[in-house]
């Protein structure tokens, strides 16, 4: 598996960026995909996930009516639209890929083993500025 994330940069705040997750060697009928982000300082935290056939999505608190996450299968690419970004928002944002993943439990609970089980790609840096 090979994830490829692309998209970031410096925004001022109010602004809007978006993601690209581009995978290799999987297809996205089988995975779910996650975007996460770290901070300087701080631990690494899901932002949101998007399940095969897109019927599943989990959004942080912290992200709920800015963020948007999109999948197209043709381009075996997923999306993170981020509106309205703030200083707080800025961190390296990656992606991670994982089959099989255990959907019977919290949607957050999803979302954060499909950063613990999954592969992830290098990452991509977003800075807002104030």
């Known amino acids: 598996v090979q994830l490829v994330e692309s998209g970031g940069g410096l925004v001022q705040s109010g602004g809007s960026l978006r993601l690209s997750c581009t995978a290799s060697g999987i297809s996205f009928d089988d995975y779910a995909i996650g975007w996460f982000r770290r901070a300087p300082g701080k631990d690494s935290e899901p932002v949101s996930c998007i399940g095969s056939g897109t019927s599943q999505k989990y959004f942080a608190d912290a992200v709920k009516g800015r963020f948007t996450i999109s999948s197209d299968a043709a381009k075996n690419t997923v999306y993170l639209q981020m509106n309205d970004l703030q200083p707080e928002d800025t961190a390296v944002y990656y992606c991670?890929?994982?089959?099989?993943?255990?959907?019977?439990?919290?949607?957050?609970?999803?979302?954060?083993?499909?950063?613990?089980?999954?592969?992830w790609g290098q990452g991509t840096q977003v800075t807002v500025s104030s």
């Open positions: 991670a890929a994982a089959d099989r993943v255990n959907t019977r439990v919290t949607d957050a609970e999803w979302c954060i083993l499909v950063a613990g089980t999954g592969d």
